[in-house]
């Protein structure tokens, strides 16, 4: 199975602020790599997919990059609405996997 | 607009059974991979198992194989769940998702399966 590995688990921001987040898979995936955002009591929406694909309807200031093992997920000027749970999740092989999440506080 | 509404959770004991389903709407059901995803509760998302546009393939996490089956009617729009050997660690919010090229892009509201004695 893959692992995927996302750092850090928690981090604190301010509005305004540019975030990253990593995301490193335990075997190459290629470009197949997603992203969700999940807010308390909510289901996850689709951010980007394969590795820096916009869904539609995500805001320009939500960039992703990476391929082979090790993925970004940038926030360009943080917005009250952003604070949330992360997840990246590989669709390279099944068992499709996700990482641990990261906290947006 | 796409819609997903699951139902069928509920509390039930260890050893005991239950069904999930998931009602679609808003798209063309039959065109679409569709995936059953879990979250316990404080903790991360969990992808449990996946069917084919038509059915003909479905694949599981290993946990759940031979316990779970994964199933789907199109002519009903509806994606299934059927849990058996339920055991106290499956107790999670179990949300259907729609799959294109192996992202979840449209998820339903979840459903919670709490399985204790």
């Known amino acids: 199975d893959i692992q995927m590995t996302q750092s850090p688990s928690s981090l604190s921001a301010f509005v305004g602020d540019r975030v990253t987040i990593t995301c490193r898979a335990s075997q190459y995936i290629g470009s197949y790599l997603n992203w969700y955002q999940q807010k308390p009591g909510r289901a996850p929406n689709l951010l980007i997919f394969s590795t820096s694909t916009l869904y539609t309807g995500v805001p320009s200031r939500f960039t992703g990059s990476g391929s082979g093992t090790d993925f970004t997920l940038t926030i360009n000027s943080l917005q009250l609405e952003d604070f949330a749970t992360y997840y990246c999740q590989q669709s390279y092989s099944t068992p499709l996997t996700f990482g641990g999440g990261t906290e947006v506080e | 607009e796409v819609q997903l509404v699951e139902t069928g959770g509920g509390l039930v004991q260890p050893g005991g059974s239950l069904r999930l389903s998931c009602v679609a709407s808003?798209?063309?059901?039959?065109?679409?991979?569709m995936t059953w995803v879990r979250q316990a509760p404080g903790k991360g998302l969990e992808w449990v198992a996946n069917i084919k546009k038509d059915g003909s393939e479905k694949y599981y996490l290993d946990s759940v194989k031979g316990r779970f089956a994964i199933s789907r009617d199109n002519a009903k729009n509806s994606l299934y769940l059927q849990m058996n050997s339920l055991r106290v660690d499956d107790t999670a919010v179990y949300y259907c998702?729609?799959?294109?090229?192996?992202?979840?892009?449209?998820w339903g509201q979840g459903t919670l399966v709490t399985v204790s004695s």
């Open positions: 808003g798209f063309t059901f039959s065109g679409f991979w």
């Open positions: 998702a729609r799959s294109v090229e192996g992202a979840f892009d449209s």
